[in-house]
């Protein structure tokens, strides 16, 4: 197997640096020129702001602004970071050895860098706060969704880890909030076929054969509420929402089912009410049983009169 090419510059911020192969073929005069054309979102002015402060660089060090272009070659940048607003939550350490980092993530924190959630992010969060600059997740949350997220320290020992979940062999479990029926019979396995399309917020269900299925129990009810467990036996996009939206009960919080909002980012109230509580696998590479249970609630059970306004 071909080892990856070591970035020639180091991690900022607990992020890589991008890395963009010039082509075989092409008609540029300079580097300059080609990365112009190749990142149009990129002003050219601040292309030339780059090279002239040597934040492009090749394997041999920084690029002259009149480099001629080189074919077959790769470049190195670190992207400029977009406007943030702070997450002002905790990551919770639930477990830690030389494989392994389980957290408890917040409502509100993506779990890897993505559009405009960089430095924001439970990935690089842990990476800074740690000092842990090669740790890597081996699955993600939403970012409305609390609670378990497995990371592996060791990034030579994440494809083990990684296929635990691509196979399914990860016992998963959740708790959510949502509207109790008294109408509604529980426990029941739902089953449906379930898209998600590039480029679009929300998933739907379909006609066709099954491609999802959660277990749906009832916990307990009270005031008009319930609180449920939910297990997953497959992990769609947006499975669980899209699942308690079509029996009638959509999650409290849940700002694309049954209706998309445009929720303004810096809206940290009401947070989604869906939490995964248990992560329980055998270890690929200990061979030892493994669980991992939260030590997060679900604040509309919790303080329902206080997640109703807003308060945290």
Do not use: C
């Not at 470049?75 to 943030?84: I, S």
């Not at 998963?172 to 379930?194: F, G, H, M």
């Amino acid at each position: 197997m071909r080892r990856r090419q070591k970035p020639p510059l180091p991690k900022r911020h607990g992020l890589d640096p991008a890395r963009l192969r010039l082509p075989e073929e092409g008609a540029w005069a300079t580097i300059r020129d080609h990365l112009v054309e190749r990142l149009p979102r990129v002003p050219a002015a601040r292309i030339d702001e780059l090279l002239a402060e040597g934040g492009i660089v090749d394997l041999d060090g920084p690029i002259a602004p009149d480099a001629p272009y080189a074919p077959g070659t790769a470049v190195w940048f670190h992207r400029d970071l977009p406007t943030e607003t702070e997450v002002p939550f905790e990551i919770t350490i639930v477990h830690r050895d030389e494989n392994l980092l389980v957290v408890d993530k917040p409502h509100f924190l993506s779990t890897i860098p993505r559009g405009q959630h960089i430095l924001q992010t439970a990935l690089v969060r842990l990476r800074r706060e740690l000092d842990l600059p090669d740790l890597v997740p081996a699955h993600r949350l939403d970012r409305t969704t609390a609670g378990l997220v497995l990371f592996v320290v060791d990034p030579a020992r994440r494809g083990a880890y990684q296929t635990l979940f691509h196979k399914r062999r990860v016992f998963k479990q959740y708790e959510a909030i949502a509207r109790y029926d008294p109408d509604l019979t529980l426990p029941r396995t739902v089953t449906s076929r379930i898209i998600k399309e590039r480029n679009i917020l929300r998933a739907f269900e379909v006609d066709g054969e099954p491609n999802a299925e959660t277990l749906v129990e009832l916990l307990e009810h009270r005031d008009g509420l319930g609180r449920y467990r939910l297990t997953p036996h497959t992990g769609r996009t947006h499975q669980l929402r899209v699942h308690m939206n079509g029996l009638g009960i959509p999650l409290l919080g849940d700002d694309f089912y049954p209706e998309l909002t445009d929720r303004p980012i810096d809206d940290f109230t009401r947070p989604l009410q869906l939490l995964s509580t248990t992560l329980e696998f055998t270890d690929p590479i200990t061979r030892e049983p493994r669980r991992f249970e939260t030590t997060r609630t679900l604040q509309a059970w919790s303080d329902p009169d206080g997640w109703a306004a807003g308060s945290q």
